[in-house]
């Protein structure tokens, strides 16, 4: 196993979500324009992954594929390079229109292979939704994140490459602290690592994601463990329990200062190409 000081970090920013509105912190992007400006901004700071939602007018979700469409160019164009990665999350949208902007054919796509309970309700991603989910990746080469919101997640993802129905070995996503699922415990996060590692081998590549004010925790863990780290306004809307973070970019900044502490370089968006297995592309 490669030391992870000298692994580039991944530093993945998650713009918008489904659930924090302008109330919530004014700087949460909800038009695509202001979605686009928030991810520039991000890029610039460091970030080499968009993990993005769109929204209605209104502010409520939505899983409009023209609304991805308008995304994704305006992503392209001010953020060439970058990996765009859509969100097929519940909150979006039923059955098969979470996947309605996968022949868009984004970079990545957020894959969901279990249910589990969230703050106010169940979390479902059946088998045979999954499954869609997953050969629909796979047809416009898409490749999936797997959200691992619990450790039989991990195992199922396993399980789908095995059979064919992930095609390249998965990025796994650890995802602590949404309340009602994996609470942010130091010992089940270790163990997730070994997991993955034994599932996949020594060098597969991870991610993981804190909600809250556990996102900071969660970015200084992978950081130091070798892995690489998700943080933005979908996850967490401040700085601290008395601030509210000013932009997605200076969540970007916070994790870029952990990786400097920690002696790791941030990952480029061409070193992020490589060590997920993505396609180079001309910037």
Not at 39 to 68: L, M, W, Y
Request: charged residues 25%; aromatic residues 6%; glycine residues 8%.
């Amino acid at each position: 196993m490669s030391d992870p000081k000298q692994k580039p970090c991944i530093i993945c920013v998650a713009i918008t979500g489904s659930l924090p509105t302008k109330a919530n912190n004014p700087a949460v992007p909800i038009t695509v324009a202001e979605q686009v400006e928030s991810t520039q901004e991000a890029f610039e700071a460091g970030a080499s992954i968009v993990h993005a939602h769109v929204r209605n007018g209104d502010g409520t979700p939505s899983s409009d594929p023209e609304k991805f469409a308008r995304l994704k160019d305006g992503l392209d164009k001010h953020c060439p390079g970058m990996i765009v990665q859509f969100s097929t999350g519940g909150r979006s949208g039923a059955g098969q229109t979470r996947g309605g902007m996968l022949p868009l054919r984004p970079d990545m796509a957020s894959l969901s292979v279990g249910s589990n309970n969230f703050p106010t309700r169940v979390y479902e991603n059946p088998p045979d939704l999954v499954d869609w989910l997953a050969s629909e990746m796979k047809a416009y080469d898409v490749k999936p994140e797997i959200e691992a919101f619990d450790l039989s997640h991990i195992f199922q993802a396993a399980k789908m490459h095995a059979d064919g129905r992930i095609k390249d070995t998965p990025y796994v996503q650890f995802v602590m602290g949404v309340k009602n699922a994996m609470p942010v415990d130091r010992e089940v996060f270790d163990f997730y690592i070994r997991t993955v590692r034994r599932l996949f081998g020594p060098d597969a590549p991870w991610c993981a994601a804190g909600i809250g004010a556990q996102q900071l925790t969660l970015n200084e863990w992978a950081v130091a463990s070798g892995g690489h780290a998700r943080t933005g306004l979908e996850d967490n809307v401040r700085l601290d329990r008395d601030t509210l973070a000013p932009s997605n970019a200076a969540l970007v900044r916070r994790v870029a200062e952990i990786c400097d502490k920690n002696e790791r370089p941030v990952a480029t968006w061409a070193e992020a190409r490589q060590i997920l297995g993505l396609k180079e592309v001309a910037a």
